[in-house]
């Protein structure tokens, strides 16, 4: 049977639909950039990009050190240069990483899975609400994908090394200069090229620094040489040199772990420590759901794509395809490793390897696409020119019609026109603009402001008083951050906690108007941010003054 690669496209096509999947992807990512609040993690970027343009060093208002994500911090410093300091300027970087995201799906899937399965990719890539929402966001995560990508792409290339391309001929003429061409031939026959895999380590060591999950790339590796340790007797009928290769592989790193884990304290700490783990943000919610990956890759949103997943993964097997089972093995680690292993799990964690979700899902529809043209060229008798020249991209691009017709294309098209406060995807954006524009406008001076996202209310009104937000606090006393009268402060603002049903009866009773701001899903369903005898005190002596558009934050006032 003739294979889709072989199939003729006309001159172009393929770069034309790559242009194409970018520009409606680069549409989607930046328009509207300005419309929603900046979410609360959000300003953690902007604080640390405007203190790093002011001062060279990267802080939160409190003072404290803000050490997360730094090159993404030092992107949007420079789109503050740029730009000026706002919500465009925030969020440019990670959408244009989002963009870049669309290209190297594309690449990765052209050199593994062929150019058909790369220009599905992209396209799924460009139109999904998953990464479309984290595009949107002014969080580290497109940049993370975008290095982790070129990481795991890299390694393939060095470590299934085809022998062929400027990095096979300069790792040749460097061990040839050195005198060691013995050894070049046994890296060949090995499959290794040493540059690729420098280039690989690179770039993960940079994804690192932006999240501490790159590392479970290693047990990716670990996964695909252990599959190949059984698959390639199968294959060769006889143990070859790649064999051990694979071996040695597996069971080095295994090996590395365990004793790591037994004997080197930084790795066993941060292993226990990744186990155990829970954020109280976390705790009793939906994140410690361990089927909450599963049912996400298949519901509603992602529909029909965790189907094409599950047949990708069949054809990769029976297909034997390597590079393909290489991708799989990535994906699988980082599925299992949060659905079983660790304690709690988020969607953001899955980010990294979430283009390898569509890259994969795209290679099964690109079977289909690929099985019906067979049959119109077996059964039709195609006489037109015209029409034998157009019949394979043609198909192709009718094959998509399906598609907006499913509930996530339309929310995907939804997305950058969508309102302040709505979902976008990846987060409901919480209207603190709005919230914090009332209290700046209707509040004196002299009053008192209280919020449970201290930081965001500190951007939005101009100033915080207090924060009421039992798992800032919690963080504030696990990280010992007291201030100079001894009491925990907030590492974002630097306000002071309320923790007691008294504390804020003496600022109700103080004469003064008290303004209280709460994210409205922590007040009315969350106690693992306001205590229960907090909120009836609340609703005993406040009035609410202001309910957002979306009702997403609600403002108190003190009677």
Not at 335 to 355: E, G, I, K, N, T
Not at 360 to 379: G, L
Request: charged content about 15%; proline content about 3%; hydrophobic content about 50%.
């Amino acid at each position: 049977m003739e294979r889709i690669q072989n199939l003729h496209f006309p001159r172009n096509f393929v770069v034309l639909f790559l242009l194409g999947s970018l520009a409606l992807g680069a549409l989607l990512r930046l328009m509207n950039l300005d419309v929603s609040s900046i979410w609360i993690d959000e300003l953690n970027h902007y604080y640390a990009a405007t203190s790093y343009n002011e001062t060279g060093e990267m802080t939160f208002p409190s003072g404290q050190p803000n050490a997360r994500a730094k090159l993404y911090s030092v992107l949007v410093a420079y789109s503050f240069n740029m730009l000026g300091e706002g919500p465009v300027a925030v969020r440019l970087p990670s959408a244009l990483l989002g963009i870049a995201c669309i290209g190297i799906a594309f690449w990765v899937a052209l050199r593994i899975l062929g150019k058909h399965a790369a220009m599905i990719s992209a396209l799924f890539v460009a139109i999904s609400p998953f990464a479309l929402g984290w595009s949107r966001l002014s969080r580290m995560y497109t940049l993370y994908q975008a290095l982790f990508m070129l990481a795991a792409y890299w390694f393939y290339l060095g470590f299934e090394s085809q022998g062929k391309g400027r990095m096979a001929a300069l790792q040749e003429n460097l061990f040839k200069t050195i005198k060691l061409s013995g050894l070049a031939e046994w890296l060949k026959s090995l499959q290794l090229n040493i540059f690729w895999l420098l280039a690989s380590a690179i770039s993960l060591y940079l994804a690192y620094g932006v999240h501490e999950t790159a590392a479970l790339f290693v047990i990716g590796v670990i996964l695909y040489s252990g599959v190949m340790v059984f698959a390639v007797p199968l294959i060769d009928g006889r143990f070859t040199l790649r064999f051990f290769k694979y071996l040695v592989v597996a069971g080095g790193l295994t090996f590395f772990l365990v004793v790591g884990y037994n004997f080197v304290p930084f790795i066993a700490e941060k292993i226990k420590f990744g186990l155990a783990f829970i954020p109280k943000w976390a705790e009793g919610t939906h994140f410690q759901n361990r089927k909450l990956y599963l049912e996400f890759l298949f519901d509603q949103y992602h529909f029909p794509m965790g189907i094409l997943f599950v047949f990708g993964a069949i054809q990769i097997f029976v297909r034997k395809n390597k590079g393909g089972l290489y991708l799989l093995m990535l994906f699988t680690a980082y599925f299992l490793l949060f659905s079983l292993v660790f304690s709690y799990r988020h969607f953001q964690y899955l980010f990294a390897v979430y283009s390898i979700f569509t890259i994969i899902a795209a290679y099964a529809y690109s079977f289909f696409v690929e099985f019906e043209i067979i049959n119109i060229r077996k059964y039709w008798e195609i006489k037109s020119g015209l029409i034998k020249k157009w019949l394979v991209p043609g198909i192709l691009i009718l094959s998509f019609f399906w598609l907006p017709l499913t509930h996530s294309v339309r929310f995907a098209l939804r997305i950058p026109r969508s309102a302040d406060g709505n979902y976008n995807g990846a987060q409901f954006m919480e209207e603190w603009r709005e919230a914090g524009n009332y209290v700046k406008v209707h509040s004196q001076p002299e009053d008192i402001i209280v919020s449970s996202d201290a930081l965001g209310t500190y951007h939005y009104a101009g100033r915080v008083d207090f924060d009421l937000n039992f798992a800032d606090y919690d963080l504030s006393a696990e990280e010992g951050i007291i201030n100079e009268k001894g009491n925990y402060f907030d590492l974002y603002s630097g306000a002071p906690y309320i923790t007691t049903v008294a504390q804020m009866d003496s600022l109700t009773k103080s004469g003064q108007s008290v303004w209280l701001l709460y994210q409205a899903y922590k007040f009315n369903r969350a106690t693992a941010f306001i205590s229960p005898e907090l909120k009836k005190y609340v609703l005993e002596n406040y009035d609410k003054v202001l309910d957002t558009q979306n009702k997403t934050v609600v403002v108190y006032k003190s009677r």
